[in-house]
T-cell receptor, first 109, second 115 residues
């Protein structure tokens, strides 16, 4: 079964609205990575978080790693049409590396 | 210059056939991977090679056989193709061997359709 879950699976937002995707693991993650995949494209690395409670920002994107290192979130402020795509978290659970189930974001102009 | 390239981009074939997908990276990375992305977009690691040595081999049918002639190339050969093999296969590379601590660079993907 899937070890790293993301919610929601799909999200439609009006351009300018905020968006958040949540990544959850039942066990502690050593660190967390985030990738973005545009429709028809390939995953592209966005960021890596390592420390418990870490927060990093990239322009309108804010990434958080939970205190217990079991969850993470990606928040996009004031979405733009260029934000369309599927956002994946990824991390190691035990000896195995997993991508999360992904959240597909649609931005309505 | 494309950092990670894959051929072919599309592959349509009949059940039972054998096919190969090729991958090359010009980033000078030591580690290469194969991923499978199914119709629900679930992305799952299949194999990983570090300097031509197999280091990750997930639960994948033995009809799938990776081959790394050198550290810049990782090919995937699939025997006796089944309908369930239809997916997009991504090659990726990273500088070091642990995917969880390294940025991975993905190729454009190969869309395999088994009829």
């Amino acid at each position: 079964g899937q070890q790293v879950m993301q919610i929601p699976q799909y999200q439609h937002v009006q351009e300018g609205e905020d968006f958040t995707t949540y990544c959850n693991s039942s066990t502690t993650l050593s660190n967390i990575q985030w990738y973005k995949q545009r429709p028809g494209g390939h995953p592209v690395f966005l960021i890596q978080l390592v420390k418990s409670g870490e927060v990093k920002k990239q322009k309108r994107l804010t990434f958080q790693f939970g205190e217990a290192k079991k969850n993470s979130s990606l928040h996009i402020t004031a979405t733009q049409t260029t934000d369309v795509g599927t956002y994946f978290c990824a991390g190691r659970v035990g000896n195995q590396f997993y991508f999360g189930t992904g959240t597909s974001l649609t931005v309505i102009p | 210059d494309t950092a990670v390239s894959q051929t072919p981009k599309y592959l349509v074939t009949q059940m039972g056939n054998d096919k190969s997908i090729k991958c090359e990276q010009n980033l000078g990375h030591d580690t290469m991977y194969w991923y499978k992305q199914d119709s629900k977009k679930f992305l799952k690691i299949m194999f990983s090679y570090n300097n031509k040595e197999l280091i990750i081999n997930e639960t994948v049918p033995n009809r799938f056989s990776p081959k790394s002639p050198d550290k810049a190339h990782l090919n995937l050969h699939i025997n006796s193709l089944e309908l369930g093999d239809s997916a997009v296969y991504f090659c990726a590379s990273s500088l070091f061997r642990d995917p969880s601590y390294n940025e991975q660079f993905f190729g454009p993907g190969t869309r395999l359709t088994v009829l």
